[in-house]
């Protein structure tokens, strides 16, 4: 009997947590919109140069690997049903629509969002926070607005790089694995998909994006206890952030095609 009385005993508490959790993403929000015309400038370019710039390898590395696997997977597929024609909209599509903005999602979560909250939450658990406030100055202002705008801003512009790079490695994939001329990958590319497919790839990332950013915001100022409280701000940065991203995927998907048929 006591274990059944755990059941909704540990209901409660995960709907506690959520609805907590919840409560600390709106707050960060609302305020850091509040703060966006006053937000420090150069924060905002050194946020942007730090999970930007310096995540541009990166980025790209990873573009390349995922534009050169997508045609490698589907290789098989493609000469069994005789589509060579249509690999370039089908490896496109798969890029510009799904594994681009999630594997971007996923990686700047990992560099990005681990950084942000384990930057907040030294400047937490350290008072520096607190002494901000005790001055007048305002945290949101000075550290929380510049660095979200600056992670929505670098996922969007990575993103669009990324997804150019990833399309040019599929094409140089297809043609050493299964020797189909570069223009005719193009070709089926250029003519079957449509600027709003780049609009909608665009727009995930966008909000993958701002999903990392009040995440990894939201984790930082919250945390507690010292070096641990660090490491664990870092961690449910990363993990709420990824959990962000696969829901907004699943929802923004059908909402997208929606909107941009």
Request: net charge positive; glycine share 10%.
């Amino acid at each position: 009997m006591e274990a059944l009385y755990e059941i909704p005993a540990a209901l409660g508490r995960s709907l506690r947590t959520g609805l907590r959790a919840a409560g600390a993403l709106g707050l960060v929000a609302g305020r850091t919109a509040l703060q966006l015309p006053r937000l420090d400038r150069r924060e905002l370019m050194r946020a942007l140069s730090q999970f930007g710039a310096e995540s541009l390898s990166l980025a790209l590395l990873v573009a390349a690997l995922t534009g050169a696997t997508v045609v490698l997977q589907t290789a098989l597929y493609v000469q069994r049903f005789g589509a060579r024609a249509y690999l370039g909209w089908a490896a496109g599509y798969a890029v510009l629509w799904e594994f681009g903005p999630l594997i971007l999602g996923l990686l700047m979560a990992a560099r990005v969002g681990a950084r942000n909250a384990a930057e907040l939450a030294t400047l937490t658990v350290g008072g520096q926070i607190e002494g901000l406030r005790g001055i007048s100055l305002d945290p949101f202002a000075l550290l929380v607005a510049p660095r979200v705008l600056a992670t929505a801003l670098s996922v969007t512009c990575l993103s669009v790089v990324a997804f150019l790079f990833a399309i040019l490695m599929e094409a140089a994939a297809a043609a050493a694995t299964l020797h189909l001329p570069t223009g005719v990958f193009l070709s089926s590319f250029a003519e079957m998909l449509s600027f709003s497919d780049v609009v909608g790839g665009s727009a995930k990332a966008l909000a993958f994006g701002i999903a990392i950013a009040l995440v990894s915001t939201a984790a930082g100022l919250s945390a507690q206890g010292g070096a641990r409280g660090v490491g664990r701000a870092a961690a449910r940065a990363v993990v709420w952030s990824a959990a962000a991203i696969f829901l907004l995927d699943f929802g923004l998907t059908p909402l997208l095609v929606w909107l941009l048929s």
